[in-house]
């Protein structure tokens, strides 16, 4: 069974960073597109970040782009979200999935883990 669980997250003041982990488990992802999206409170689930199977193309939100990086560790079947700058718009609790592809964002697994909450405080 897949299993992905999320962490890093904390509280932070506007302007700090975090650096999120997500470990995957139950079967390899290195071929594998992988995203993070987050849910604010009162809000849908959104799409952040996206990665190829290869790493070498990344897709963000227009809201993080410039502000946050993806990237992967494959011989870990971890990925990561880099968040620089934060907002106090970027509070929610984030989560990774793998996805469906690089054009929909949309994710590949119905069952989401536990997630990892991101709080910034203006």
């Known amino acids: 069974q897949v299993q992905l669980v999320e962490s890093g997250g904390g509280l932070v003041q506007a302007g700090g960073s975090l650096r999120l982990s997500c470990a995957a488990s139950?079967?390899?992802?290195?071929?594998?597109?992988m995203g993070w999206f987050r849910q604010a409170p009162g809000k849908e689930r959104e799409f952040v970040a996206g990665?190829?199977?290869?790493?070498?193309?990344?897709r963000y939100a227009d809201s993080v782009k410039g502000r946050f990086t993806i990237s992967r560790a494959d011989a870990k079947n971890t990925v990561y979200l880099q968040m620089n700058s934060l907002k106090p718009e970027d509070t929610a609790v984030y989560y990774c999935?793998?996805?469906?592809?690089?054009?929909?964002?949309?994710?590949?697994?119905?069952?989401w883990g536990q997630g990892t909450q991101v709080t910034v405080s203006s």
């Open positions: 999935n793998a996805l469906l592809g690089m054009v929909t964002f949309s994710p590949l697994y119905d069952n």
């Open positions: 139950g079967r390899t992802f290195s071929s594998y597109f």
């Open positions: 990665i190829n199977w290869a790493g070498d193309n990344t």
